[in-house]
């Protein structure tokens, strides 16, 4: 079992920045690929950014490639999302996902935490 603590989300105004946190415990941090899904009442829940589980590796969605990155501190036991450039239609609710098994890092996440809040103005 993992259980994920987001932490950050806010309001901002367009071209501002916001920095996502994610606390993790439960099971070993470093054995989960970890992951930022996001969710408006308009959209499905859709993919934003993951990490590998040493964090050598990095995945974006194309909507964000360029604005947003993930990286994670094992020694912490946190998965962070560092969000430039922010655009109106980043609002959503953002979710921070654990996966322990597997190499695929764009779906298929087994833990999930409570989201946060995030609401760009224009």
């Known amino acids: 079992q993992v259980q994920l603590v987001e932490s950050g989300g806010g309001l901002v105004q367009a071209g501002g920045s916001l920095r996502l946190s994610c606390a993790a415990s439960g099971r070993a941090f470093s054995g989960n690929v970890m992951g930022w899904f996001r969710q408006t009442p308009r959209k499905e829940r859709e993919f934003v950014a993951a990490?590998?589980?040493?964090?050598?590796?990095?995945y974006y969605a194309d909507s964000v490639k360029g604005r947003f990155t993930i990286s994670r501190d094992n020694a912490k036991n946190a998965v962070y999302l560092q969000m430039n450039s922010l655009k109106p239609e980043d609002t959503a609710v953002y979710y921070c996902a654990a996966r322990p098994s597997g190499n695929y890092y764009v779906g298929n996440y087994d833990y999930w935490g409570q989201g946060t809040q995030v609401t760009v103005s224009s």
């Open positions: 990490i590998s589980r040493s964090g050598g590796t990095l």
